[in-house]
């Protein structure tokens, strides 16, 4: 049984015993309503009713107590969306005209190509609400959850020409100071639970640091620099302003990113006014995280789980060789199907059985083979296998011929 399922089970088990408590709550107060001449249960008396439908006449009224019933029975979100819109903080705030013209000409940008939004909005389908419930934990404003859609269009894998990458965009030098580890084998700029965890420390540790809490101008300087910010915020308090975002005169980029963060978060907060159309995401995520004491490969972790090794990879992108080395990283990501019992077996596995799981780099095709049952019988993705060893013909495999079954 997986934890989404185990979780479910109980909500709907306490649920029930809420409902049910209510219920009863409710039938004591309408038992003591009945004989109470201070409550407001009404008997109608309609003297144009004749006697046969005088059983009807002194029919029961609702009042505010049964009302007040119905509004206690508050339902979970039923998506990721949902619980995203109620953690916002920014959409009722009211902007300088300037500043809310900033903001709509992103909002009309983004609107002109809702397909652009679909697909980013896809792509964030596996990280939305476990990055969603981060920043929730922290109190944050649930915007900050969509800095990747205007960082890497939520590409974990994104790298910009200037060398930043992951989620969050880091760079280099920014990525070491905060801890995120980078060698050959493993780049914690693109593991997003290590990433979006720095992210945050850093968004929160210079809002305090320089700016007594004012997540905006984090935000700048998380783009442009704490120095670069400081410097335009002086220069817009000589001139007798109050030093804040909209105040600052900031590179063209920087001057864009809020506005951008800003709009991207009203259209979510409202898609239908404006013609975008969200996949649908679940509120819990979407994976389950491994504590691993011992090496593996994704291709031997892909046996043990039965999970195709593509799916693995894709929620691993911090592992450049496919494969987890505990003194650079402990954790591995998971789907959160994967049964909680085969977790534990990977978790405890020694060497011997992660060996016994190994898989080879290449398959020699056999007579009688087809690229869908290699595909199965080393939990791969056939497309993967088609795009790794550049086949055009995948009906026309040759005996003797060797696949690589990792792509290298």
């Keep these: 049984m997986t934890y989404r399922t185990i979780r479910q089970r109980l909500l709907l088990s ?36 004749d ?45 300088p005209a300037d500043a809310q013209a900033r903001v709509d000409e992103w909002i009309e940008y983004y609107r002109s190509s809702p397909h652009n939004i679909a697909a980013i909005t896809e792509r964030a389908t596996p990280w939305l609400a476990w990055i969603a419930q981060q920043v929730s934990d922290r109190g944050l ?68 640091q320089w700016y007594e809490g004012d997540l905006m101008l984090s935000l700048a300087a998380y783009n442009a620099g704490a120095g ?6 002086r220069q817009a308090q000589s001139q007798g302003l109050d030093g804040k975002y909209w105040d600052l005169s900031l590179p063209h980029e920087t001057m864009q990113y809020v506005p951008k963060l800003k709009a991207i978060a009203t259209i979510i907060n409202d898609p239908e006014k404006y013609g975008v159309s969200l996949p649908d995401i679940h509120p819990d995520p979407a994976f389950a995280k491994v504590q691993l004491e011992q090496p593996v490969s994704l291709a031997q972790a892909s046996q043990l789980l039965d999970v195709s090794q593509s799916a693995l990879a894709e929620l691993n992108p911090g592992l450049l060789n496919g494969s987890l080395d505990p003194r650079s990283a402990q954790t591995l ?29 290449v398959h020699r095709v056999e007579r009688g083979d087809n690229l869908s049952a290699i595909a199965a019988q080393y939990n791969l993705d056939q497309q993967d296998l088609i795009r790794w060893n550049a086949i055009d013909r995948p009906e026309a495999l040759q005996p003797g011929q060797l696949l690589s079954l990792s792509g290298r």
Excluded at 228 to 233: F, L
Excluded at 334 to 354: I, K, N, R
């Design 333 to 361: 990501l998971v789907p959160e199907e994967v049964d909680t019992q085969v977790l534990a077996q990977l978790s405890q596995s020694d060497d011997t059985a992660l060996a016994s799981a190994s898989t080879p780099s």
């Design 51 to 95: 006697d046969g439908n005088q059983k009807n006449a002194n029919r029961f009224q609702p009042t505010a107590l049964h009302h007040h019933f119905w509004e206690a029975l508050v339902l979970e979100p039923q998506d990721a969306w949902s619980s995203l819109r109620s953690s916002f903080q920014w959409q009722e705030k009211k902007l």
């Design 228 to 233: 670069t910010v400081n410097r335009a915020q």
């Design 14 to 49: 306490a649920g029930s015993t809420v409902i049910m408590g209510l219920f009863l709550a409710a039938a004591a107060n309408s038992q003591a309503s009945a004989t109470d001449t201070n409550r407001t249960y009404t008997p109608v008396n309609d003297a144009s009713m």
């Design 141 to 208: 404003p649930g915007e900050i959850a969509l800095i990747p859609f205007v960082e890497s269009s939520f590409d974990p894998s994104a790298r910009s020409h200037l060398g930043a990458a992951g989620l969050w965009q880091f760079m280099p030098g920014t990525g070491d100071a905060l801890g995120l580890v980078r060698n050959g084998n493993y780049d914690g700029r693109l593991d997003v639970v290590t990433s979006t965890e720095a992210a945050l420390d850093y968004l929160e540790m210079q809002a305090d």
